[in-house]
């Protein structure tokens, strides 16, 4: 068990330093990017969307290996739904199967975050984030409901990316049990 502080320690934060902050650039880019319409073929945006999705991504999976052992089979299944929905948004667009692999990629996060937040909730977890990424799905269905998708769009938008600059901050305080010595 390394001595809090050791060298051994400083190792182990370094990697979720940086994610952590990889994370918050990346959920603050997003926020921005709820308020800018998108143009296929746009290279500027393909690049920033890019770098958003993968920095998503990796603080989704740093945050959830921290937890691991507290976030049980459930929670598994909604990082791996999360995670694939993630992978599969990331990169430029396209039509598979007669289907948008952006559509279809959002709602598969969605229902991977669904998933892992109620699991975040029950356990004590990163319990804001959570709550931001639940808040986003309500917001993304109820603009849907009421014609009004492109407003609650933007607002999943910011509330999801919140959640995510959340959890780049618990990577960057080292909030989380890999970085902490069992007792």
């Known amino acids: 068990m390394p ?24 959920a ?29 991504l990796l603080g989704l999976a740093t945050f959830y290996f921290a937890h691991s052992s507290r976030l049980g089979i459930v929670g598994v299944i909604g990082f791996v739904i999360a995670a694939a929905g993630l992978a599969l948004i990331t990169g430029p667009d396209s039509i598979a199967f007669g289907r948008d692999s952006y559509q279809s990629g959002i709602a598969v996060i969605a229902i991977g975050l669904l998933t892992l937040s109620l699991v975040m909730l029950k356990r004590k977890i990163a319990p804001i984030a959570a709550g931001c990424w639940l808040t986003s799905l309500i917001a993304n269905i109820l603009g849907g409901l009421l014609a009004q998708a492109e407003i609650g769009f933007a607002i999943a938008g910011v509330l999801y990316s919140a959640g995510f600059a959340l959890i780049g901050r618990t990577l960057l305080l080292g909030q989380n049990r890999a970085l902490q010595p069992e007792r």
Not at 8 to 20: E, F, S, V
Not at 33 to 53: G, K, N, T
Request: glycine letters at 8%; hydrophobic letters at 50%.
């Open 3 to 26: 001595n809090p502080g050791s060298t051994q320690d400083q190792r182990l934060a370094l990697p979720h330093i940086i994610i952590g902050w990889a994370t918050i650039v990346g």
């Open 28 to 56: 603050v880019l997003r926020m921005g990017m709820s308020f800018v319409p998108w143009r296929d073929e746009d290279a500027v945006l393909e690049i920033l969307a890019f770098y958003i999705d993968v920095s998503i």
